[in-house]
């Protein structure tokens, strides 16, 4: 037997020996499409077997300024050359500047940190429920939304109001109350002195791409401001610029008192924030919470250099307008029979079907190039990095329509 064996690329570029140590090493806790990337730059993959993808996904919504956009490299291999972790029990530079970055483009007062969007949720319920046990009443329920998702770790999952994820793993967390997705009314009745918080995503994700609406975050800052309850905006998909504002929450004129980030934030290393405003902001003292990893040098150093590219490279805007020119491509030529709503901002969007083929259509334009995703069997996620131009769109539509017709239609 020789160790030197080649390994033929099958499929779109994925070896037998990669296929067979995933099935025979790894829990199977995702299904996998036949590929494996091996490298990227901008908004473009490659697979083993040297062929070119066109990334409409990115890492889900995490590579948001493309991939190994160099001065994330720069900054990565310079802290990483030079300090990678110390922990939360000395200073450091990289994690104070990324809170008042976080601060100041979002409105909030102090920043936690940690290490991924479930976490930075678990967080955000933690001072919830501090913050509630502290003020009159022994407030300690959490409302939120059906359809919703927060996270897998118990906290989050509990707040997540989907019961294929929560089923298996019952009992939850006690103490979490579902509400409607957009039904104000159901939110009014639902909610009393005994609640603590309100938790919602802008634009619900991963169960296909809803906005919330406005009357309905309105009707959640209201009930929140009238007891004293914490209103949390989860913005680990919808912010750090996804949505063509930095936060999708600034579309409105809503102001939550907690928020949290994490996937786009530290631009494809983990990396996730609780950031709170006012007394939210004082309610964990030392002891109360903390994370090993959390604040890790060399992410904190990329998030940071997210920041500046998107800064500088003008991503906002460009997520707003080529996200306009999205949806109105959505509208024409064989799209218009396919896609028959499309819904979501800047360049976070859901593509309703016309058939259910949304997963076969992921796979058919795996095969022509195009990476997408299904949220569904009738839904199409689009969360391109947002350095893409009109021409990607173009060329992502037509890829997808000559997917579609394979799939007859
Ligand atoms: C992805 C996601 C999470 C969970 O983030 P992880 O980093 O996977 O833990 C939480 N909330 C929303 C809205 C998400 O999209």
């Known amino acids: 037997m020789s160790l030197t064996k080649t390994v033929e690329p099958i499929g779109n570029g994925l070896s037998d020996a990669v296929l ?11 299904g996998r499409l036949p590929v494996e990337f091996v490298r990227g730059s901008g908004a473009r993959l490659y697979d083993a077997s040297g062929r070119e993808y066109l990334d409409f996904l990115a890492g889900i919504s995490v590579n948001s300024v493309g991939h190994c956009h160099p001065r994330i490299v720069e900054a990565v291999t310079r802290q990483v050359a030079t300090l990678m972790h110390t922990s939360n029990l000395y200073y450091s530079r990289p994690c104070t500047e990324l809170a008042r970055k976080l601060c100041a483009t979002s409105g909030m007062e102090k920043a936690f940190f940690c290490n991924s969007g479930t976490e930075a949720n678990e967080a955000a319920i933690k001072i919830a429920r501090k913050h509630g046990k502290l003020s009159s009443g022994q407030k300690t329920r959490i409302l939120t939304a059906t359809g919703s998702f927060h996270g ?7 707040a997540t109001a989907q019961s294929k994820y929560q089923d298996p793993f019952a009992p939850i967390v006690p103490g ?13 009745a639902e909610f009393g002195d005994d609640v603590c918080g309100i938790m919602l995503e802008p634009i619900l ?3 296909g791409v809803f906005p919330t609406s406005k009357e309905f975050m309105r009707a959640a800052r209201d009930l929140c401001s009238q007891t004293g309850a914490l209103l949390i905006f989860d913005e680990v998909q919808t912010g750090m610029a996804r949505t063509g504002k930095w936060w999708a929450f600034q579309h409105g004129d809503v102001v939550p008192d907690v928020m949290t980030s994490a996937k786009a934030l530290g631009g494809g290393l983990p990396i996730g924030a ?3 405003r006012g007394a ?10 903390g994370s090993t990893f959390a604040g890790n040098l060399v992410a904190a150093s990329s998030a940071i250099a997210v920041q500046d590219v998107i800064e500088s490279e003008h991503l906002l805007e460009n997520a707003t307008r080529v996200g306009a020119y999205l949806m109105r491509r959505a509208t024409v030529g064989d799209s ?26 992921v796979t058919a334009s795996l095969a022509r190039g195009l990476v997408i995703n299904a949220v569904g069997d009738s839904i199409i996620r689009l969360l391109p990095p947002l ?7 173009d060329e992502a539509f037509d890829k997808m329509e000559n997917a579609a017709r394979e799939l007859g239609g």
Not at 387 to 393: A, F, G, L, R, T
């Open 176 to 188: 979490f109350s579902y509400v409607a997705h957009n039904d104000v009314y159901a939110l009014q």
């Open 152 to 158: 897998r770790t118990y906290g989050a999952l509990s």
């Open 387 to 393: 350095v893409i131009h009109e021409d990607d769109v």
């Open 280 to 289: 939210a902001a004082e309610t964990l003292v030392p002891g109360d919470h």
């Open 205 to 207: 994700g991963e169960s």
């Open 336 to 361: 218009a029979a396919l896609i028959t709503e499309v819904r979501g901002k800047g360049l976070m969007l859901g593509l309703q079907l016309a058939r259910p083929i949304a997963r076969e259509l």
């Open 20 to 30: 067979n140590a995933d099935r025979q090493y790894v829990m199977r806790t995702y």
């Open 274 to 276: 609780c950031l709170a």
